[in-house]
């Protein structure tokens, strides 16, 4: 993708925040970039985040198969997110699958503006933070928040939680 739009590791990297040579270990696979590096080179790239993860063309993108959805893991702990279908492009909703293994979170409080979250937790319990507010949700419950109200999560049960997250409008 960075050598599509014409660029050269140095005039990305530095756009990124970060260096040619470690751009070059993330392309060849050699580190795990964060996700913050990773949205950086992204918004350098003018694509989302999920842009750099999921492949064109795949059929007619109404069905995403077991083990087809992009996984990103979270550098820190054992948390991931699965992209639950193929391609953004011209979607207005974002269903990811979050998992959160135990004494993992998003560590502290963060927001975005222009976007909604819905969640279901499908297994496991977690704690929601919305701005002062903690809530601590358990299997069967939902929430839906503004998502320029700063936000966070983190898992302190005993096993994995498994929320089932929907943000709209895309902002991976």
């Not at 842009?51 to 069905?63: K, Q, S």
């Not at 998992?99 to 502290?108: C, Q, R």
Request: hydrophobic share 35%; glycine share 10%; with cysteine.
């Amino acid at each position: 993708m960075r050598q599509s739009r014409g660029f050269k590791l140095y005039d990305l990297a530095e756009r990124a925040g970060c260096t040619s040579s470690y751009i070059s270990q993330i392309e060849k696979g050699t580190v795990s970039p964060s996700i913050s590096v990773l949205k950086n080179i992204a918004n350098s790239l003018g694509v989302k985040l999920v842009d750099l993860f999921t492949v064109d063309g795949a059929e007619d993108n109404v069905i995403t198969r077991n083990g087809e959805g992009c996984e990103i893991k979270y550098p820190r702990g054992d948390a991931s997110i699965t992209l639950l279908v193929k391609n953004l492009d011209g979607k207005n909703m974002e269903p990811l699958l979050k998992v959160l293994e135990p004494k993992t979170g998003s560590d502290g409080l963060y927001s975005h503006n222009g976007s909604q979250e819905f969640g279901h937790v499908l297994s496991g319990e977690f704690d929601l933070m919305i701005e002062e507010n903690v809530y601590t949700l358990k299997k069967g419950d939902s929430f839906y928040f503004n998502s320029s109200r700063p936000h966070g999560f983190v898992n302190n049960g005993e096993e994995d939680a498994l929320i089932l997250w929907v943000i709209s409008p895309p902002t991976y």
